[in-house]
DNA sequence: AGTGAGGCTAAGCGCTTGCTCACCGGCATG
DNA sequence: CATGCCGGTGAGCAAGCGCTTAGCCTCACT
């Protein structure tokens, strides 16, 4: 029961269609697990055990401890990239899909800070294949931003000096929530996504 | 030679007076291996082998290996505050203390971006004790950065509607730096620094 | 020359780790 | 009712972990 509680408390929609049920307990409970202390500090006893399973069972579901962190990685890193590339070819102003892309990354990486925090800091411990492939999408993400910058600047609505030093910055500082959020803190995933968004369209210099 | 050879190039001028020297040169072994590859991946073999040195003479000079991650955390920290509390207390106005502030800061952490990577992401291997004088030290941090604000918008200044949030902002920009910089890459640690100073001004609305 | 302290090592202890394997119950199917 | 398979367990293996201990070498000081 206790597998059970963490299970409907902290299961964003991302892993919804992650089957069979075993399995997607399996994935939750390392992303807590993960986030909590780190991957190398997490033992597979540790994971198996917030699932409500023997640790053997782990092993039935995916072949190492580390394919359950790319597993983890891959979902967490396409949810960010379809919202980042979903801004870009968007519609409104260079402003508004820069203030959208914002908004709605800082949101997510609020409100499921425990799996952006798995998602961005725990690269390091992926396997050098699986590191490649999630290096790709990072890029990806990287150009959605820089992309929206660059169309800003084209336009003259962005008065920007260095368009790659502040994409990078942009998206910095929406990834550095993940690491200082904190649910129980001053503010909601909403407000922070709404300041963050003026602030980015402030670094642009973007008229307002 | 190889761990000589290790020694100079990346020690930084804030481990210059660790003695004796085998216990500074166990500590740049800890900043680089705990970098490289995070606290708990690395090995108390690994931290002496690249000293030069065999496992036991790391438990001559510290207690353990949670010790000397302590250790690194609290010279870290200790720079880090006195850059921004230099930067609160210093002469000129809000705009150009805030300036210096994120100039030095950013600089700080790209050019030592292994030591401030340990220093940022390393906090939860600490022991409780540990944890909680070193989080004492990230508030006077927050702090410092707010003060500089709050300057900036009683002096009329900035225009900021919420001065925790953009402070918290503005830090959390500066630190995520030592994530994402690359020494081979595209820009120098000063640039960095110039950048983000620009950025910051616009963050909090300081006329340009 | 003799001595004691400090810096260091080789060996290894006790424990935990990721992972495997022989086995088992329930259940859909012939 | 027999059968095969899927999803699971209990026990445990080999390896590697943080850390300790007994003893050695060096060298300042007498």
Redesign the pocket.
Same mark, same amino acid.
């Not at 399973?53 to 069972?57: K, R």
């Given at each position: 029961m206790d597998a059970e509680a963490k299970n409907t408390e902290g299961t964003p929609e991302a892993w919804r269609d992650v089957t $069979?049920d *075993?399995a997607r307990r399996l994935m939750t409970a390392a992303v807590h697990a993960f986030a909590e202390r780190g991957y190398h500090a997490?033992? @597979?006893?540790d994971i198996a055990g917030r699932a409500g399973?023997? $640790? *053997? *069972?782990l092993?039935?579901?995916y072949k @190492?401890?580390?394919e359950l962190l790319y597993q983890i990685s891959k979902v967490g890193h396409r949810f960010a990239l379809d919202i980042l590339e979903g801004a870009r070819d968007g519609a409104g102003t260079p402003a508004e899909r820069l203030a959208h892309a914002v908004r709605a990354f800082v949101r997510w990486h609020a409100e499921h800070h425990t799996t952006a925090r798995v998602v961005q800091y725990e690269l390091g411990a992926l396997a050098e294949d699986h590191a490649a492939e999630i290096t790709a999408m990072r890029r990806a993400s990287d150009g959605a931003v820089r992309a929206i910058v660059e169309d800003g600047v084209k336009a003259g609505d962005f008065d920007v000096a260095d368009v790659r030093g502040t994409a990078v910055a942009v998206l910095s500082l929406c990834i550095d929530v993940a690491r200082w959020f904190n649910p129980h803190g001053r503010s909601t995933p909403d407000e922070v996504g709404e300041l963050y968004a003026g602030l980015a369209l402030r670094m642009v210099g973007a008229a307002g």
């Open positions: $069979p *075993a997490t033992t @597979t006893r399973m023997s $640790p *053997a *069972a092993y039935i579901h @190492t401890k580390e």
